[in-house]
């Protein structure tokens, strides 16, 4: 899950920030993965996700719980990013209680899934780490720019439409919720933290 590890930002405001994917493999464990898949995202909606979503239908902002629910029938693999520490230790938990057989992948920051990771009584089976920008990192966007684009891995939410949008909050036209919102729309897999994005967006106007 390589596109949720580039997020930019503090160990502060990224410790509010846990991405978490339930995918199985075709071909090993596929087989009635969307009624897993299922009972993975009733895991989740009981810890108040920021955000969640199906690849091949969107996310939350953009789609139902019922027209997600029925993209699991077709692309079983569900996205979702949590905001607390408490919220993906409970959700660990329970997928670990329910023993569903499919592969769970966090991205956060390593110290604190490690700790959690001990706490419910799981093993890491892989880790993954970036290794940062290469390249002409100059044309990029500036780094409290990139704090927004970069919760969303597939690169669907621009540095101009994050530019926009804080010129707005900043004249009053939005609210940093409503921002929030409208940059999470077009991150289709759900990964794009709401919470985090408004939290940004009022530090910046405070």
Sequence with gaps: ???????????????????VMCIPELGYNHLHANEKA???LEIVLKYNPANYGVITCGNMYTHSLEAIKEALDQA???????TSEAALEGVLREVKDQDLGLSVVVAA???MVAQ?????????????????IWGRTDKLPPRDILEFTTMCGHAQVSANLVSDLIKQVSKGLLTPREAAIRMAKPCVCGFFNTERAERLMQSRNS
């Design 109 to 111: 920051l390593y110290d």
């Design 76 to 82: 079983p693999a569900l996205f979702c990013v949590l």
């Design 38 to 40: 299922r009972r993975f």
């Design 116 to 132: 959690i990771c001990r706490k419910v009584g799981l093993e890491p089976h892989t880790v993954n780490h970036s290794l940062g």
């Design 1 to 19: 899950m390589t596109h949720s590890l580039h997020r930019q930002g503090t160990p502060d405001n990224l410790s509010c920030d846990f991405c």
